[in-house]
């Protein structure tokens, strides 16, 4: 619903451009509102604190602008519909040229803070790279910067299609290539069209190079964040070898402890527990306050690191997190609401009935807890 709050003193033609403006933004918008007021001077109108949240649809986006006492629309065309909704702000005071534009995708990451926006729920995409060729020969990957298989591939473009009808406005990646092309590969398929743009801020001069000066071209892209707190877990001295071959070597179970368990070290790697320090407190810090915002956010990472944010997400424990496995490909949506994230598994596939993220094992696990528990509650 519109709320148009009108001062004294508008004058009966600004009066009427108004009302037919706004009406043709009633049909055009859902769920914006407008607050306005205009200046005792009827020939000067100043939008104040306008924050509308607008939903695209087809080529019905407006840049609404007012001079000399009339307001102007010029539309923004986008080629196809789209669900995203963009937030909208009005800057500029001036009698003469007071505006309301859309916000560029990138240069609104930094302004997670928007008290204005009223904020129900956001979405959070997690997936996990597609096969490796690494993953293919069965060798410890690690952080050795190995690309895709033709499998892989597959299986990015169809996470693609698991999650082409739900909004993305930003997009983190490790800074590991099978991680990028499962990332990028996955946008060719979402119904917007957007464009992935890698975001450059290692530096001064990476930010300027790599700076968009148009303004309808950014609407029309969506950012990528590249994170190396992402990266898979390093597994040191295994990094090339052979699983199978390793077992043998090295036993079985020393084997095992190194790959499952949380706090054991493979030669000169990182345990879980490392791991999950480095990326969990990126994810805290970089893009928990996406979604708190609004921001419907995807995170292209490994097992591992992946493995941690869940950890963090489900509040599993060490003993539960060691028998969680994550296939490669297959999208986690998870709701955040209230400041609560509300597991909703996988978004269904055109092929499968759907694969979530807990293995039969820990399902298992997880029940056995439940069962120990109620029999100490009988006593």
């Given amino acids: 619903m519109f709320e148009l709050l009108l001062c004294a003193l508008l004058s009966f033609p600004v009066l009427y451009t108004v009302l037919e403006t706004f009406s043709l933004i009633r049909k055009s918008w859902d769920n ?55 937030s909208l702000n009005c800057v500029g005071y001036s009698s003469n040229s007071s505006f309301c534009a859309i916000k560029p995708i990138f240069s609104s990451l930094s302004n997670t803070n928007d008290s204005q926006r009223t904020v129900s729920e956001s979405y959070l995409i997690l997936i996990r790279h597609g096969e490796s060729m690494w993953n293919e020969k069965n060798l410890f990957t690690g952080c050795v910067d190995v690309p895709l298989t033709s499998k892989g591939i597959e299986e990015a473009i169809e996470a693609g299609k698991r999650i082409r009808q739900l909004p993305i406005d930003v997009v983190y990646i490790s800074a590991l290539i099978r991680s990028q092309m499962t990332a990028m590969l996955a946008l060719t398929e979402h119904h917007c069209k957007k464009v992935p743009i890698i975001v450059h801020n290692e530096t001064e001069q990476a930010k300027v190079w790599s700076q968009i000066y148009s303004e309808g071209t950014e609407m029309q892209s969506v950012p990528v964040i590249k994170a190396w707190q992402l ?12 699983k199978p071959e390793t077992a043998e070597r090295c036993g079985k179970e020393q084997v095992y402890k190194w790959r499952r368990s949380y ?21 805290k810090e970089q893009i928990e306050p996406q979604l708190s915002s609004g921001k419907h956010v995807m995170v292209v990472a490994h097992a591992n690191s992946l493995r941690s944010i869940l950890m963090y997400l489900d509040k599993l424990t060490a003993e539960e997190v060691i028998h969680l496995e994550l296939s490669t490909g297959v999208p986690m ?36 807890l439940l069962d120990e528990v109620l029999d100490e509650v009988s006593l």
């Avoid at 990266?231 to 052979?242: H, I, P, T, V």
């Fill in 333 to 368: 949506l998870y709701i955040y609401k209230e400041n609560h994230f509300i597991r909703r598994g996988s978004p269904l596939g055109s092929m499968e009935a759907g694969v979530y993220a807990y293995t039969e094992n820990l399902a298992l696990y997880k029940q056995n």
């Fill in 231 to 242: 990266n898979e877990r390093m597994y040191g001295e295994l990094q090339g070898f052979n």
């Fill in 263 to 283: 706090d054991a070290r493979p030669p000169n790697g990182e345990s879980l527990e490392m791991c999950l320090r480095r990326a969990v407190t990126y994810f």
């Fill in 32 to 86: 914006c509102t407008l607050n306005m007021a205009a200046s005792a001077y009827p020939k000067a109108m100043h939008f104040t604190s306008c924050s509308c949240v607008a939903t695209n649809v087809g080529s019905r986006n407006f840049l609404v602008s007012s001079s000399s006492g009339s307001l102007k629309m010029k539309p923004v065309f986008r080629k196809e519909r789209c669900s995203l909704r963009q």
